[in-house]
Structures are given as C-alpha cells and as structure tokens.
C-alpha cells in the first residue's frame, strides 16, 4: 500500500486533513503514526519557509512522500502578526495564552479594523519528484472582541466570519473545512497532487 | 575561530561571496572547502524555498551558521522563465546550452519587451537562532540578442545593464558586485546579520 506522510503532531491539523484529503489507493499517516522524530526547528520567516523546512526533513527520514502544512493568522492592525509564530505568540502551542495576547494587543480597535486572515502553505515533497507542489490556502474574517465556540483549535474562538455570523471555533469541523484556509488548500493540492506524483 | 559556511559549491558564487562579505574574526568556508556533502536536490518552486532547503540540509550536517544563496533570471516576456530552473534550463549547469534556449525563445521579441530581472535570495541559518534572516537583492536590465563578455557566469553574457551600456559578463567583479543581485542582497545581509547572529 502507498503511502503519504502528512508532517504534523498537531492532532486538530491530522483531523483535518483525514476528513478532506481522499484516501483512495494510499494510507496517510502522520508523525503521530510513526517512530517518533525528533522536535523539527521551525525557523523560518514565512510560511512557505517552515513548510519546506518540516517537508524536506520529514521526507529524508523516511523516504517518503511528504506534506507539511504552514499557517497561522495574520491581523492588519498588527502588521500581519502574529504571522509565522502564531502557535507560539504567548507561549508555546498554549492556545488561551496566545488568544489573550491578541486580545489584548487589539486593545481599543474598533471593529472595522480587526479584519484578518489565515493563511495555510502546504509543500508536498516526494523523493521521486523533481519539483515540490506548494499551494497556499486563505480565508479572510474579524477578530472578535471575546473568545466564542469550543471547536477547532488555536485562533479559531477569535475568528470571526461575518456572512456565518459565527467564529471558526462555533463551526462543526465539516462547515469549518468547507471554508477555512487549510481546506482551501487541501482542496487546491487535491486538484494537483496525482497528475504531479512519481510514485 | 568562528566559522560562516556558504552552501554553495558554484566557485563563482563563492567568489562573489569572499569579495564582498566582510572576514572579520570568523572564517568563511565554501562546501568546496568542506568534506564531500551530497548533491542537494533543489525541489523548491521558489528562490526562497530552495535557499531554505539549502541552508537547512548544510546546517544540520556540520552544524554551524550556514548561507546559502538561490538565484536566477526572471524574463517577463518568458512570464518569469528561467526562474528557479535557471541552472538547468537546457541543460544543467551548462550555461552556454541555457543562455542558447533563452535567446532561441525570445526569438522575435523588440528591445523595449526584452525586460528581466535577476534575483537573489539569501537565507541565513544558524543552529542557536530561532529563525532564519532571509534577504533578497535584484537587479534590473534587458535581455540582449547576442551573448557579450567573458567574466561572470550563467546569463551574465546575455543581461543587458542600459545604464552601463555593457552587459553583466562585460565587467569587473568588482564593478558587477556594486550592481547585482547578489551584491545587493549579500549587503542588505551584512547590515543585518551581526545583530542577529547567537554564537
């Protein structure tokens, strides 16, 4: 059987990408599935940088292909931060911490000017590929005055969509995937991926 | 002594580097200064991406602050070809086959279309910093009807600066340095990089 290494340890991202991406003909797995790897160091400046970072050494170790997801949220009256260190603004993948800090930083915004918007970069290596498939996913919304909804993970509780009049985190994980910038670009890898792929 | 390496073994860039990049109190070593290290499979779609996957790959094997530079030319009759295939074009590394398939391609094009660019992108890697400095440098010029000059390397022969009325390949190292891409982006790295660097 084939197989397809997503490179996360993020449980929420692996949930999302089993629920979109079509196994058909292959299994995918995540770092949660296989022998551990150690820490990778997400240095980069972008988005694109660190999913290349987390593809490349994922597909190294084990010799297989590989995609790596990237995002984060960025918030124009902050300069497009938190950006890359999204998942570690306030402290390290603690999600109330990191929400708190964003609240606290848009202070006095009013809320014409809390627009935002996540991003998802997605690089799928392959050992046999010449060439790497990036494709980058977005969804634009508000960020609220106050957490709301218990779903999803990280930003999701601030993320305001207004067409839904709900956050991301008051989304069920389907309607969430239907619109959010990770399923964006899962959908845009899933129209590329097979006629790129040398297995 | 303190050690920089240059991820590249293209002796021209390394040359440019050493002319340029200032050897206060530490050593800048080349991978042709280094035990063999593998050929790196550039799979990026970007210049970003393939620096990173550069840096990265150097970084971890030897385990000291490492550069590494992509580069190429983007025509934008071409819609941004060569881009990141710049090297190997029509052939790999051979640079007179890929200066041949572009000047064949642009074939009919007037002057005034005959616009390019070249671009550097420099990312800096370093085993006790959190992230990358990431810089980029251009140059703009015009891509001439036939191949002039004998120094440089790539499309040198072919990159038409207007101002200088010469081509890229028709000057000094040092003349060339104060203009390209790469210069350019080697000092935006310079005015960066000492403030940034964990030894």
Same mark, same amino acid.
């Given at each position: 059987m084939k197989e397809i290494i997503i490179a996360t340890k993020n449980p929420g991202k692996a949930r999302e990408f089993k629920?979109?991406?079509n196994e058909e003909d292959f299994t995918l797995k995540t770092l949660l599935d296989l022998p551990a790897f150690p820490e990778i160091? *997400?240095?980069g400046q972008t988005f694109e940088e660190n999913a290349t970072i987390k593809a490349h050494a994922v597909m190294e170790r084990f010799n297989l292909p590989t995609i790596a997801d990237d995002s984060g949220l960025q918030i124009d009256a902050l300069y497009g931060r938190? =950006?890359?260190?999204?998942?570690r603004y306030a402290g390290d993948h603690n999600d109330a911490a990191?929400?708190?800090? !964003?609240?606290?930083?848009? =202070? =006095? !915004?009013?809320?014409?000017?809390?627009?935002?918007?996540? !991003?998802?970069?997605? !690089?799928?290596?392959?050992?046999?590929?010449?060439?790497d498939l990036v494709v980058e996913g977005d969804v634009k919304g508000l960020i609220g005055l106050f957490p709301a909804g218990d779903d999803g993970f990280g930003y999701d509780p601030l993320f305001y969509l207004p067409e839904l009049d709900k956050t991301m985190a008051q989304l069920t994980i389907d309607?969430?995937?239907? @619109?959010?910038?990770? =399923?964006?670009? @899962?959908?845009?890898? *899933?129209?590329?991926?097979?006629?790129? @792929?040398?297995?």
């Open positions: 629920r979109i991406f160091r *997400e240095t938190p =950006g890359v260190y999204s998942a990191n929400n708190a800090k !964003v609240l606290s930083e848009l =202070g =006095g !915004v009013p809320r014409e000017k809390r627009t935002a918007r996540f !991003v998802s970069t997605l !690089v799928f290596a392959n050992p046999k590929n010449d060439h309607e969430k995937n239907k @619109i959010s910038h990770r =399923g964006n670009a @899962i959908r845009k890898l *899933e129209t590329q991926w097979e006629d790129w @792929i040398n297995w």
